[in-house]
T-cell receptor
């Protein structure tokens, strides 16, 4: 049973480009969460999704960031027109039930140059 | 503002020592408290605590929650170099909206 799979592991983008981060939850999990970890800071909640629905996006920046979890395929976190401040590790987690433990993927380290 | 505070931020001990990591919280909604171990990659789940006074144990690691005083501790006995990592405490406010502390960076020297 594979764990939470994120790709790519490392992503380098120039300022102004788009970044797409993918997350496949653990088998049987339908709840997906995205977190961001800035250098020297703790993980910060961004968004919680179920299949085809955004449940809670209170941690998402208002502009340039969007997330989806389609019926088929992985969850996608999309960052448009990236800026240097977007450089961070982005972690995805999944759970089988809404209030059971969440398991994390290995993260995507985004570097904006 | 919801916050989770961990202490110490950094700890260096010798192999074989026992360590206690602290986590205090002030949040508007509380469902559970979770501990994770983060090495160079994914945070790895350790414990989920929901009730006060009930110790969770896994090998040399144990943890307990005090919901009256709003804190939790994580104990590691007979530490090994493989225990070196960042230990993260998080409060689940419901719907897995986790509020994380800054982490404690634990270094075990041989």
């Amino acid at each position: 049973n594979a764990g939470v799979m994120q790709n790519p592991r490392h992503l380098v983008r120039r300022r102004g480009q788009e970044a797409r981060l993918r997350c496949s939850p653990m088998k049987g999990h339908s709840h997906v969460y995205w977190y961001r970890q800035l250098p020297e800071e703790g993980l910060k909640f961004m968004v919680y999704l179920q299949k085809e629905n955004i449940i809670d996006e209170s941690g998402m920046p208002k502009e340039r960031f969007s997330a989806e979890f389609p019926k088929e395929g992985p969850s996608i976190l999309r960052i448009q027109q990236v800026v240097r401040g977007d450089s961070a590790a982005y972690f995805c987690a999944s759970s089988g039930q809404v209030n059971t433990e969440a398991f994390f993927g290995q993260g995507t380290r985004l570097t904006v140059v | 503002e919801d916050k989770v505070v961990q202490s110490p931020l950094s700890l260096v001990v010798h192999e074989g020592d026992t360590v206690t990591l602290n986590c205090s919280y002030e949040v508007t909604n509380f469902r559970s408290l979770l501990w994770y171990k983060q090495e160079k990659k994914a945070p790895t789940f350790l414990f989920m605590l929901t009730s006060s006074g009930i110790e969770k144990k896994s090998g040399r690691l144990s943890s307990i929650l005090d919901k009256k005083e709003l804190f939790s501790i994580l104990n590691i006995t007979a530490t090994q170099t493989g225990d070196s990592a960042i230990y993260l405490c998080a409060v689940n406010q419901g719907a897995q909206k986790l509020v994380f502390g800054q982490g404690t960076r634990l270094t075990i020297n041989p």
